[in-house]
């Protein structure tokens, strides 16, 4: 059986159960939701691997735009401890509008030309400066989200302190590599 086939029906049991202990807990509800963006990931990932596909740009494109998400998602996984109980949902999702926007530009170069070549999409991909772009604005975000978690952390202390520097610092070091 293929790894990522493995990995997604490990990924989307994991939300379901987390989200299923608690389901209006918030951490839970944030828990599940980025289950469901990694399983999408995993899926393009592993629809890119099949042997007869015609044309792997848009799966790329496609792979490319969830994984921008990723550091929202883990903002928002982060937020949702340090808050604990006190805000809903919809409430991160506001609260988190900036890092939301910032996701969406970036995922906004991947729409470019420049981002793949098209006459070169194969084993030896040639990449524009779109994707140049994507990459550094991609590592800025993530240096940006742990700064503002370290600020954040000063203004707390004991277990909440610690759980919310280990969601942020393991999902940065996870959306870097």
Not at 132 to 156: E, Q, R, S, T
Request: charged fraction near 10%.
């Amino acid at each position: 059986m293929n790894t990522h086939i493995v990995l997604l029906i490990l990924t989307i049991s994991t939300g379901a159960s987390v989200y299923w202990s608690a389901p209006r807990r918030t951490f839970n509800q944030v828990f599940a939701g980025f289950a469901v963006l990694s399983c999408m990931w995993l899926l393009n990932l592993w629809l890119l691997k099949l042997p007869d596909l015609r044309d792997p740009l848009p799966w790329i494109r496609t792979a490319a735009i969830l994984g921008t998400l990723f550091p929202f998602g883990v903002w928002l996984l982060g937020q949702s401890v340090l808050l604990h109980q006190q805000a809903p949902l919809r409430e991160l999702l506001i609260q988190g509008r900036w890092w939301l926007l910032l996701s969406i530009c970036l995922a906004a170069l991947v729409m470019m030309d420049g981002y793949v070549l098209r006459q070169d999409i194969g084993q030896n991909t040639n990449r524009g400066r779109a994707y140049v772009i994507h990459v550094f604005g991609l590592v800025a975000y993530v240096i940006l989200l742990v700064i503002d978690a370290l600020a954040k952390a000063k203004m707390k202390q004991g277990p909440v302190r610690h759980e919310f520097l280990t969601v942020i610092l393991f999902g940065a070091t996870s959306c870097l590599s």
